[in-house]
């Protein structure tokens, strides 16, 4: 397939990662067609894709599936980036039914979603594979193990959503009985006393042997819980982590980990099967991971050298009106 004949469906473009995407696949010569959508109709990335579509919620699985089926077809989608957790599980669990369709999906393989879009079983890979990892227990199963502040958060999810640092055991069982599908993890000191996180992206073609490229930053947390800036690491335990890591997984495409270094060593507390929210940073660095993808349903060898030993990146805003109508 020749670039120019791209025509691509963006999902979820209302929210930061999706409008990174578009903004990577802008930045290929030459620009592909993007259709974007969204459940929101005053989605942010609306104004960036060449033609937006309003996209039913995924829990109306026959709705949600017919959606899909129905662009892909009449807007002769080749690539289709689904960007949310529940659409990614959407895809994993009903694969069978897009078999046929003339798009192919830059999804992650099923053994590398059903293993990391859940936390506890992501804490057992670390521990099964010989890599340091945060105590991590199911509600049923906690005893009081850890001290405070400790970490709650969902088993299944995505960023920030519903985490809760708790300090003391009144809030423990507050949030416990305020929310399901929780675990309870141990909090990981930084070590230099900084609440600050490090983030790596890799990326690997699949083959035996697999070659894996990656990119870390340390990044700096906004209100929120998203990157607000993030600064380059070229070399050290951090990036030599990731290295490791990228090695002892088997997988295809693009993946993220999120780790802290601490006075242990560095401890990962979560992997993401998909691209992240740092993902234009990366593009920026020159690890085009978007771009690769696609390189590899098309069989071409993925570069990928380094150039830059130092940089800070810092996430920007801005704003978009619809539907406006003057006096």
Known sequence: MNNSNRRILVTAVGGDLGQSVIKCLRDSNPIPFIVGCDMNPYAGGRDDVDIFLQAPPVKETENY?????????????????????????FYNEHRQWFHDCSALFAVCESHIIDTFMDKFKTAAFFKDNGFLYPMTYLPGEYSGELGFPLILKRNRGSGSQELFKVEDVDAL???????????????????????NEYTSGLFSDGQTPQTVHTITFRRFLAPGGFSQQVELIPAGPAVEFAESLGRALHFKGSLNVQFRLTDRGCVAFEINPRFSSTVYFRHCFGFKDVLWTMDLFERKAIHYTPVFKKGVGVRKFGEVIFEEEKF
Do not use: W
Request: charged content about 35%.
């Open 65 to 89: 599936r017919d959606f899909l089926l129905e662009t892909i077809k009449q807007r002769q989608i080749d690539y289709v980036f689904p960007l949310s957790d529940v659409e990614i599980l």
């Open 173 to 195: 069982f507050f949030y416990l009985r305020r929310n399901s599908g929780m675990i309870v993890q141990e909090y990981l000191r930084q070590k230099d006393g900084k609440d």
